[in-house]
């Protein structure tokens, strides 16, 4: 914490528990479309490409709101906007559940989106105020994981709620909605805290300056490099594994719901460990660029691997997890080390404005296929197309990689 900041330690863990807890609804949230996708589509007649779209538009505001959250967190603070945008995101999450038709949910998912990614770089802001010490890594690397065990959780909530998805679609949804109020309840007592200890984590005096796309021409080409691979994989990782997966497992691997949410929620329950392991590793190697190839690779041999019935189906799930724990815990520390200090807002800011539009992208091409080539239960073959797709930008993710290996050894050591 800062040197003047009157926030005894105990204090701090209470931010991380709450932060941690606020992480935890959002990520459910996030990814409770993908086990009751069958049924949306039973039950609904919903579309493979509406359903796409469903997580497609979470994405798309960001690309532009993503450019001033930054700003908006600096202006008024991580309380304020950690209050304002869960509320978003609670708001969100009720309209998706209760929403008349697609055009209903869609609103509602949009809605989520528009809160969401804001409210991730308050909690961000927020653990660095309070953490800004020899403890900062731990904070930022539980929360993270304790978020994606929201995830893990609704992957495995055919499990352990059975009753829920057999009174149909909206029950699941309603019950991801409780989750986003347990959000926002965790983001109102943050901001409790922040004003009984008299503070206002991460704001500034003045309004800070706005981004400027003249700082990414200054950005040399390893980081383009980066961001290519960053588009790419993020696309892969969150189209087939928050949308389409468990559907997929159900219909061309013969699982049921229950089972083939469990062996989705493998991915996370991996990262939960592996993801600061992986981010220690490279610390230790001062290697980064090697990793990163090596995770990348991954990703691409999990889709091979889930589309051969040569494998049982728990080995690309664990290429997959291993992927999804190796490359975040490089990428993020890497780009930082690619541009200057002054302009790494920006640098994350583009990074991130290019994964959500991978991944607005991904959803809906990966929809669009299997509407196309009436993917389903009846036709497990239809969803060939969509995993080629999955399969060559996962391919060409690793590419970039290895050309930003390359890059890294001559004439840089990256």
């Known amino acids: ?55 497609a538009i979470y994405s798309l505001p960001n690309v532009v709101l993503l450019l001033v959250g ?13 209050a304002a945008t869960a509320t978003l995101c609670f708001a969100g999450a009720i309209l998706t559940a209760v929403g008349t038709g697609f055009p209903g949910m869609a609103a509602g998912r949009l809605l989520f ?12 802001a927020a653990i660095v105020y309070f953490f800004s010490g020899r403890h900062l890594a731990f904070a930022i690397g539980a929360s993270l994981a ?18 829920a998805f057999a009174a149909g679609w909206q029950t699941p949804l309603l019950a991801a909605a409780a989750f986003a109020a347990a959000s926002l309840a965790a983001s109102l007592a943050y901001l409790a805290i922040e004003r009984r200890q008299g503070v206002c984590a991460g704001s500034s005096p003045a309004a800070p300056p706005a981004f400027a796309w003249r700082d990414a021409g200054r950005f040399g080409s390893a980081y383009w490099l980066l961001f290519a691979l960053c588009v790419l994989w993020y696309a892969v990782i969150f189209a087939f594994r928050s949308t389409f997966s468990i559907k997929f497992f159900q219909h061309a691997h013969g699982l049921d719901l229950a089972a083939a949410g469990a062996i989705n929620g493998a991915v996370y329950a991996a990262a939960l460990v592996a993801t600061p392991l992986f981010g220690w590793l490279a610390d230790r190697l001062g290697r980064p660029a090697p990793l990163l190839a090596f995770g990348s690779l991954f990703l691409p041999l999990a889709i091979l ?12 799930t664990v290429l997959v997890g291993i992927s999804y724990s190796l490359v975040p815990a490089v990428l993020w520390p890497l780009a930082a080390r690619l541009v200057p200090g002054g302009r790494l807002g920006a640098a994350f800011a583009l990074l991130s404005v290019g994964l959500n539009l991978g991944i607005a992208a991904a959803n809906l091409v990966a929809g669009r296929l299997n509407d196309h080539f009436s993917a389903g239960a009846d036709n497990p073959a239809g969803y060939g197309p969509m995993m080629l797709f999955f399969l060559a930008s996962g391919a060409l993710g690793f590419a970039f990689a290895l050309l930003l290996y390359r890059r890294g050894r001559t004439p840089l050591r990256i």
Do not use: C, H, K
Request: glycine share 10%.
């Open 1 to 55: 914490m800062p040197p003047d900041a009157p926030n005894p330690p105990r204090t701090a863990w209470l931010v991380l528990a709450l932060v941690a807890l606020a992480n935890f609804g959002n990520f459910y949230v996030y990814d409770s479309i993908a086990p009751v996708a069958d049924l949306l589509q039973r039950e609904r007649g919903f579309s493979d490409t509406e359903i796409g779209w469903l997580n």
């Open 70 to 82: 930054g700003w908006l967190v600096d202006r008024f603070g991580a309380g304020r906007m950690m």
């Open 113 to 124: 989106g528009i809160g969401a990614e804001t409210f991730n770089v308050a909690t961000l």
């Open 146 to 163: 304790l978020g994606r065990a929201g995830a893990f959780t609704v992957d495995l909530s055919p499990a352990w709620m059975p009753a």
């Open 305 to 316: 691997a889930m589309m051969s019935a040569a494998f049982p189906l728990w080995i690309g």
